[in-house]
């Protein structure tokens, strides 16, 4: 025992958390092209409305929840490694064919010969706007018909969501497969810290995104903006079948190391720790409180998230004008996600102070740590009236942003409380059941907020709520739900859950 305490300890537990770090970025890369392509090329080229978009987003949310909760239950059947590799391949599949989306929907449609010329009627069109004799003008120069148009929409639509459903079916797998490297590699004071970390990925993602998505989409067409991101992932894959191991069979972490991670083991035999666990049933798993808590945390909070990154572009787009690709554009989502990348990262380290300085237990620092986070997304309630009264998108820009940070902080401590809570063999099961709720959560905000904002912009000065109308009105509702959204989940986990208390299994 002595010559492994004087042993210096090795730190491959980074390593891997630097993999799930870019694993996670490449994540949120490839769900960030459709909503920075979708306003200024997409919509015009295949004509649909918001609630088009809406859709897509939205049945691609619900499918993500329904494989999520299958996935981690794949995960954990599988093996981390075998089990995070088959999630990216199909990813970065589903990512990759969306570019074909346009191909297929013109031999698929009568009375357009190629993409190329797609393309320029749906920007003769956009360029009519409301002027239906200048529509019917740019039309009849195509020799193109209402049916032929509206074919053009609803076929492209459902070649989205096809590929949307692929891509989502390999993203659930991302954080189920995370959370159980997280949970093999690092003790439990340690989960939140390095959780924020990885989870900053989806951060980095998001910011990386609006500096080369629309520029890429811009010089290439967004058909090479999907297949260039999406090769990324493959990438990824090639490294992670020569890096990873489980902690007791790799060749990269040494005795000290070992019995580091294992600290929170009943015995610090750490060849024990290779050992077969009981696996849970899905059955079993909604037997205990604790995983309605995580699960209906998730739902209430992962949606204003995935809002956010689904249509802030748009937002910027048709509140304030500036194009995901133009300068300014880019700049608002570059600086709104920047926020969120270094903000957030004090969301894991705020727990660690409490348990080490303060002395609490490891769940009671993340529940006071998640309930100093639930606050900061009631800034929202300023996003709108700000932008309107100084005519900036920069107030909104920056108020999401520190939204943003906030769900992102919260989210590290709300995954970390699986770990927390339950066995190793059973944690990529239990994120896999809180990832679905979560999806169910964003696919209501996503489609709602769609078919929201279609019947605003149409009612026009009719649709009013606290002094905006129309389509800005919708906005704001969406708005005021993001607002409450974090404070109701706390409540609910904490009166479901008021203190630690792990899950034996028998």
């Known amino acids: 025992m002595s010559s492994v305490q004087t042993t210096k300890m090795t730190n491959w537990r980074w390593v891997m958390c630097a993999m799930l770090f870019f694993a ?18 997409i919509q015009p080229e295949f004509h649909w409305t918001d609630s ?18 299958f996935a981690g239950k794949f995960v954990d059947w599988m093996g981390t490694k075998k089990g995070y590799l088959w999630a990216i391949i199909i990813w970065s599949l589903g990512a990759v064919l969306h570019a074909g989306c346009g191909w297929v929907t013109v031999h698929l449609v009568d009375g357009v010969s190629d993409t190329a010329t797609l393309k320029v009627i749906g920007e003769a069109i956009a360029e009519a706007g409301s002027d239906q004799a200048a529509v019917a003008a740019a039309m009849a120069k195509f020799n193109v018909t209402s049916q032929t148009l509206l074919a053009v929409s609803s076929i492209s639509v459902w070649l989205f969501l ?11 797998g991302n954080f189920p497969a995370a959370i159980k490297v997280t949970a093999e590699y690092f003790p439990k004071k340690d989960r939140a810290f390095a959780t924020s970390i990885f989870n900053a990925g989806a951060s980095v993602g998001a910011l990386a995104a609006p500096a080369t ?45 070992l019995l580091y991670v294992n600290q929170d083991d009943e015995t610090t035999n750490a060849e024990e720790n290779t050992s077969e666990e009981k696996q849970m049933s899905f059955a079993k798993a909604f037997t205990y ?16 998230w995935w809002f956010f990154l689904f249509w802030a572009p748009a937002y910027f787009q048709d509140q304030f004008g500036h194009k995901a690709s133009d300068p300014e554009g880019i700049a608002l989502i570059f600086t709104l996600y920047a926020i969120v990348t270094f903000l957030s990262l004090f969301g894991g380290y705020l727990p660690k102070i409490f348990v080490e300085k303060r002395g609490m237990n490891p769940y009671q620092g993340r529940m006071l740590a998640m309930l100093i986070f639930a606050f900061f997304p009631v800034l929202a309630l300023f996003a709108q009236p700000l932008g309107d009264h100084f005519h900036s998108a920069w107030w909104p820009a920056i108020i999401i942003g520190i939204v943003g ?11 970390s409380t699986t770990g927390d809570m339950f066995p190793k063999s059973a944690v990529a099961t239990i994120t896999g059941i809180g990832a679905m709720a979560g999806g169910l959560g964003s696919f209501l905000i996503n489609k709602g907020s769609g078919v929201l904002f279609d019947y605003a912009a149409g009612q026009g000065e009719a649709f009013q709520f606290m002094g905006f109308s129309g389509k800005p009105a919708g906005y704001m509702i969406i708005f005021c739900i993001c607002a409450v959204a974090y404070l109701i989940g706390w409540t609910v986990m904490k009166t479901l859950v008021p203190k630690y208390k792990p899950v034996v299994m028998d």
Request: glycine share 8%; aromatic share 16%; proline share 2%.
């Open 213 to 257: 998505i629309p520029l890429l989409a811009k010089s290439l067409g967004w058909e090479m903006a999907f297949i260039i991101i999406g090769l990324l992932g493959f990438v990824w894959a090639g490294i992670w079948i020569f890096v990873y191991d489980k902690p007791a069979e790799s060749k990269h972490v040494n005795k000290a190391e």
């Open 405 to 415: 940070a906030a769900h992102q902080a919260w989210s590290a401590n709300i995954f």
């Open 52 to 69: 088009d978009y809406g859709t897509i987003t939205g049945v691609f949310s619900i499918c993500y929840a329904i494989f999520c909760l």
């Open 289 to 304: 409180k604790q995983t309605w808590s995580f699960a209906f945390g998730k739902f209430m909070t992962d949606g204003v």
């Open 24 to 41: 996670t970025t490449v994540n949120y890369l490839d769900r960030q092209v459709l909503s920075l392509t979708f306003k200024e090329f």
């Open 162 to 172: 096809t590929c949307r459903m692929i891509l989502g079916l390999g993203e659930a």
